[in-house]
């Protein structure tokens, strides 16, 4: 059956990844404001009838949603996916508003069921759209067939990542090295179109002498280039833009614009002081647990390297036994442990963890003292893990980038596998982070911090 609406959507010129996409998208807008205005009308004072007129007007979004890049073969990042969720949310919640001050029916409807609907769209739009990737990701339909032309090492990055990625909808099929003639290109291409004649091609971009866009362009409708300086931990958001007749790549430092570093600061600020007033019983809880436990103080201090790479103090609850340096010499004695220690500066059954430590780790409850942190302007919600003096070593010219920032409670190490990633991931996400920031990534990573503390997936 699946196969058979396939086929159908792709005769109409429809992709069936896209369609699914607009559903998820349909459901994630209308089931909010359905539920409340039902669950309101069951409760009384509210007639459900009324609000026929609104909800076909948010039938539109995914056209919105389209014009903003939601639909297309390349996703979005994700800051930026969730930044165009919450303008399309809130154009359509603006219209609805519009059209009750041009009819002057405004006082008919409930301003509660409005914005309330509104701020759970803001939620539901991103999570549907994770549960449809996740869902369908395996699905022969979903993705798009990509082949991979190379002749750089950073190629099989490429590939490992879409391996390792479904979600994104691009599937690599076959993988060539890019000769050096014009006539072997020409002829490798022709190739590889006629046994992928519906496949995207991704092509280096590189000086020399074969333009290697312009020949896969004969044979190619989509094509992805990449970038030769490109790679590494030196990754960049880039935008594509024209000077009279060269093509220009445009790249943001926001973490240089001291407007944008403002609003991250009060964005860091409204949150922890909001937050003090939940936090304050459950850190209360936390303490008496510490000290039924185990022998010690309840809140454990260590130095760390901060912003211009200034020595500060970060505060966390005391999850290891009080001689926890001892017990560590006598266990790294063991070759194994000696091993995983220098690969990581972890272990994963660390025997300096108490009972209580562990579910703190796990769920990473052990960082909340850091808000102090965050108040005094040491440290900030979002950003690149504390920096151990003993680790200055391995982080190399990602130090420059790191010593930019405060270093964060989360980040998007602790949002992508934390402990499961090996340390270079680790340096390249701190680079990813510092290249790319935006206010959007910080809510991206602040939203997605929730459920993976909750999971305690890579946490130990």
Wanted: hydrophobic share 45%; proline share 6%; charged share 20%.
């Amino acid at each position: 059956m699946h196969r058979y609406i396939c086929a159908v959507l792709r005769r109409l010129g429809i992709s069936p990844r896209v369609a699914v996409l607009c559903l998820f998208d349909l459901l994630a807008l209308l089931v909010p404001p359905i539920t409340l205005v039902l669950v309101r009308g069951l409760l009384g004072h509210l007639d459900p009838v009324l609000y026929r007129f609104v909800l076909p007007m948010l039938l539109i979004g995914p056209a919105l949603g389209a014009r903003m890049g939601l639909y297309q073969t390349i996703a979005l990042p994700p800051a930026k996916e969730v930044k165009a969720y919450f303008i399309m949310a809130s154009t359509l919640y603006a219209m609805v508003l519009a059209a009750f001050f041009v009819t002057k029916t405004g006082s008919e409807y409930s301003r509660f069921i409005l914005v309330a609907s509104w701020c759970v769209t803001l939620f539901s739009l991103p999570i549907m759209r994770s549960v449809c990737r996740r869902t369908f990701c395996t699905r022969e339909w979903w993705g798009q067939d990509v082949v991979l032309f190379e002749r750089s090492p950073h190629s099989d990055d490429v590939l490992e990542y879409l391996r390792r990625h479904p979600m994104i909808g691009l599937r690599p099929v076959e993988h060539f090295h890019l000769p050096s003639h014009v006539a072997e290109a020409r002829r490798l291409f022709a190739r590889a179109a006629a046994s992928h004649p519906d496949a995207m091609a991704i092509i280096p971009h590189m000086q020399g002498n074969v333009d290697y866009l312009a020949e896969a362009g004969r044979y190619f409708s989509d094509i992805l280039v990449s970038p030769a300086f490109v790679g590494g931990d030196r990754m960049h958001w880039l935008t594509v833009c024209t000077l009279g007749t060269t093509t220009a790549l445009w790249k943001r430092q926001n973490l240089l614009d001291k407007r944008r570093l403002r609003m991250k600061r009060c964005i860091d600020l409204i949150i922890c002081i909001l937050s003090l007033v939940p936090l304050l019983p459950l850190c209360a809880l936390i303490a008496v647990c510490i000290r039924l436990d185990s022998k010690g103080p309840v809140i454990y201090r260590q130095s760390r390297i901060g912003k211009d790479g200034a020595t500060i103090s970060i505060y966390k609850f005391r999850t290891m036994v009080c001689d926890a340096d001892k017990v560590l010499a006598r266990y790294l004695a063991d070759p194994d442990l000696a091993r995983e220690w220098e690969t990581g500066v972890k272990l994963k059954d660390d025997p300096r963890v108490t009972r209580v430590g562990a579910f703190l780790r796990r769920t990473s409850l052990d960082e909340l003292p850091q808000i102090l942190n965050v108040l005094t302007g040491d440290m900030s919600l979002v950003g690149p893990r504390p920096l151990l003096e003993n680790e200055l070593w391995r982080y190399g010219r990602v130090y420059e980038l790191y010593s930019r920032v405060r270093p964060g409670i989360t980040g998007l190490w602790q949002v992508s596998g934390r402990n499961e990633t090996t340390y270079d991931e680790r340096l390249f996400f701190v680079g990813y982070y510092i290249n790319n920031w935006s206010v959007w990534m910080d809510l991206w990573i602040l939203a997605k911090t929730v459920p993976v503390a909750l999971s305690g997936y890579g946490a130990y």
